[in-house]
């Protein structure tokens, strides 16, 4: 069956594995371009709503720059705010893999972190620090992986739309925290808003040296690293991928598809209990409905512009820290409300939605383009 | 019914049309005469240009030279609409009715001129009076979805008719009918060709079809034109070769005579139930033997996809026992590859490929969790994949730019042939496949054939689920006959013949 080859194999494998770096480029060029694309083009159509109210786009993107990247300060104010986005995108976009839309991050962060200040309130100044943070950590782990799991199970063995019931077990997460927070475990001492009792602050997460974000940050790029090499370099991704791609073709060659629904609906819970423990354990010290504060929601979008890779998870989170960063001195300056940065994401995830159907659409990234014929 | 009130057919001419995509010439000075009520065939290989033609014709494309003539007189064509208005309609190889809508709901809402208020009384007894000067029927009042592949495809030629369309182009029409039906839809094409009643343009590539009921054929081959001639004067031999010039076509693996093998697959009281809940198989009970092919018959949609569905674990059974070598199967990954169970699904492309993943990563989906792919059980190697699938693809001859594209990017054969070299290439204990060669040129189907047969004369267990009988006849040892979800008849192949397995697949034959 074999046939010859007549053309001189050393030229033609040369000439093809050139090719095909060439494709492989403009493949990986045509996943970035079109975001970008996507970005401007949400720039370019909240300019015309500044325009609208009087109001200059190019101060309001420099003021972006100033308040998200300009000064130590505001870096270390948007990657403060980074790494939750970071866990909260890879919650979207380890289930997107499996084809599964789960934009319930919002509930397990807040679940995650509930149920670790819950643990540590008999735990504060009388028990060793490492044995509570351990304890915290699996209790908020814990939690996400069964909230999302929740979904998870849900879709693969009654067939729920995960989409719808991740987002109604969201609101379930934060009432069920606002609950025990106004009630039972709600920290006399504090005169302020109803919260669980405060860690002590030298029990809490420790800055990074040199820079002044916490550990979290590190443990952020530490989870996109290793999920995204999860789903690339192991089994259990690639069959992940099998799954996502066409669960029929999964079936036949044996997969167990629900388990693993079931588990990457875990792994993305665990992401999202994994943010709520470090808004807890290194920001807030304790449980309050700070904790709901959209990040579960923006994590959404980071993980759509990021095309659900956990690698470009990274630089998009920190993208969007800067721009939540910079909403304080917007307001100021500008004398804009907080909430027109929320307009400029809400405008962002419609484009992005739009762009998806130009993917394979230009000849520059897809040089093999051609009408299919019968 | 009287000749002078019916629609008269109407005649078609494309002269020298060319089509352009990209780099890539799709109709290289293509002409094709068929005149008014002459039953012309259209044969060509996958990618001969075929559709791209027909679609010039209808509208889909601008051709980028070329002209239709429509009884004569050059009529430009610049979407389906217009084709519609000069009387030319087609016939998908996908049904395109609606199917929770009924036949008679069907035909109505095709009209181009809706209405703003439909009166059924009316309607109906306007359906009923079309039926009647029709020479065959469809059921009207039951939702499509609940009619078999031959009752659509009748309803979408009688749409066509009753929208007054009198040249009718047909896609691939048989590839979703029996035989029978088959048979029963040209045959009653061909009269009303003879009445000059229509006209009827037919893509395919099955001669035994072109011999028996078209006139003119005209072949095309890689975009071009390839030949044409009256149907009785033109051999089979010169159509095959018009058709796939001096491409080599593998021989047809001769059959191994065995003798008492043993049992290798056992199915035992097996029920399963369809996605609504309703029983879709009741009792199955068949062994297949090693070195044994099984042939299942039936018109499509008695039970046949939920067995194999069951049997490559994608369907729960309810009631009964697999064995396999007499050791309890069941169809997940380890007992799969424990008792060397493989698969040929149908439609490939949907049903055993990630159409966006690559063609290495596709021809892995057996061997990704076994060394050399993976090792410690959870890691896994690109480098020893992609040298894996460039061995398959040199030993299956897939053709594709690279193994690194989209299997999406690949044609309907080279897909089922990345699949037959994945699921083929180990040692296989049972083999079940379900309606290998649909839609495939000729040379993929010979090659698929003789790959099935090998496995077989190797002593596999070949479970073949076709609606296909030709290709039930000349692969199977023994044949069943599946009707209602249950298997009503099964019997050696040289004890039975067509005849007998067509009235058990009607639901009769006693």
Known sequence: MNQPVTVPAGMTASNRAGGERLARFRRGAEAVAIPLLALLISAGLFSIFLLILGKSPVQFYSLIWLGGFGTPFSWSNTLLRAAPLMFAALAVAIPARLGLTMIGGEGALVLGGFAAAAVAVPMIGTTNPLVMHALMLMVAMAAGAFWIGLAGGLRYYRGVNETISTLLLSYIAIAIMNFFVEGALRDPADPNKPSTKTMLPETMIGKIPGIDVHWGLAAAVLTCLLLYVLMQRTTYGFACRIAGGNPRAALAQGLPVGKLIVSAAMIAGICAGLAGYFEVAAVHGKANASLAAGYGFTGILVAFLARHNPLAIIPVAILFGGIAAAGGIIQRRMGLPDASVLLLQGLTVLVLLASETLYGRFRLFNPTIRTERT | ?510
């Not at chain 2, 217009?82 to 190889?93: D, K, L, N, P, R």
């Not at chain 2, 035989?179 to 006209?199: F, I, S, W, Y």
Request: proline share 5%; net charge neutral.
């Open chain 2, 1 to 510: 019914m009287s000749a002078t009130s019916a629609p008269r057919a109407i005649g078609l001419e494309a002269i020298g049309m060319r089509k352009v995509f990209g780099s890539l010439v799709a109709l290289d000075d293509v002409s094709l005469k068929v005149p008014a009520g002459s039953f012309h065939a259209l044969l060509g290989e996958n990618g001969a240009g075929k559709s791209t033609l027909v679609k010039c014709i209808m509208g889909f494309y601008q051709p980028d030279a070329g002209q239709v003539l429509v009884d004569g007189r050059e009529r430009a064509i610049r979407n389906p609409k217009e084709a519609a208005e000069a009387g030319i309609g087609m016939v998908y190889q996908h049904f395109t009715l609606v199917p929770s809508l009924t036949g008679a709901e069907n035909l109505v809402i095709s009209r181009p001129q809706g209405k703003m208020i439909i009166r059924w009384a009316e309607e109906n007894a306007a359906l009923a009076a079309f039926l009647d000067r029709m020479p065959f029927r469809a059921p009207l009042d039951r939702p499509v979805a609940l009619l078999s592949a031959g009752e659509k495809q009748k309803l979408e030629i009688l749409k066509q008719l009753y929208l007054d369309q009198r040249f009718i182009i047909l896609d691939e029409p048989t590839s979703v009918l029996t035989p029978g039906e088959a048979d029963e839809v040209l045959g009653l094409l061909r009269d009303m060709t003879r009445r000059g009643e229509v006209t009827v343009l037919m893509i395919t590539h099955k001669f035994r079809e072109v011999t028996a009921f078209a006139d003119d054929l005209t072949v095309l081959r890689k975009g071009a034109f390839a030949g044409n001639g009256v149907v009785k004067n033109t051999s089979v031999e010169s159509m095959s070769s018009m058709m796939i010039g001096d491409t080599p076509i593998r021989e047809r693996a001769d059959r191994v005579a065995h003798q008492n093998k043993p049992v290798v697959l056992d199915i035992a009281g097996v029920f399963a139930d369809a996605d609504d809940g309703r029983p879709a198989i009741e009792a199955i009970n068949l062994k297949i033997r090693a070195g044994e092919i099984v042939g299942i018959a039936g018109v499509s949609g008695n039970g046949q996809s939920a067995l194999v569905e069951v049997l490559s674990g994608q369907r729960p059974m309810r009631l009964g026992q697999l064995a396999i070598h007499g050791e309890d199967y069941l169809p997940n990954r380890a007992s799969m590859a424990r008792l060397k169970v493989f698969g040929l699904p149908e439609e490939p492309l949907k049903n055993a490929t990630v159409p966006r993943m690559s063609v290495a990563e596709n021809m892995a989906f057996r061997s990704f969790d076994r060394p050399p792919i993976a090792s410690l059980k959870w890691w896994l190697s690109p480098a020893p994949m992609r040298k894996q699938a460039e061995e398959l693809i040199a030993k299956y001859r897939v053709k594709t730019p690279s193994p690194d594209a989209p299997i999406a990017a690949l044609s309907g054969g080279n897909v089922q042939r990345s699949v037959l070299a994945r699921e083929l290439s180990g040692d296989v204990d049972v083999l079940i496949v379900a309606n290998p060669c649909f839609g495939l040129d000729f040379a993929s189907v010979a090659e698929i054939r003789a790959q099935i047969m090998d496995q077989r004369n190797r002593g596999a267990a070949v479970l073949l689920v076709s609606e296909d009988l030709d290709e039930i006849l000349s692969l199977s040892d023994r044949v069943a006959v599946m009707s209602g979800g249950q298997i009503t008849y099964v019997e050696e192949i040289g004890k039975t013949d067509r005849a007998t397995i067509g009235a058990h697949m009607a639901g009769g034959g006693h």
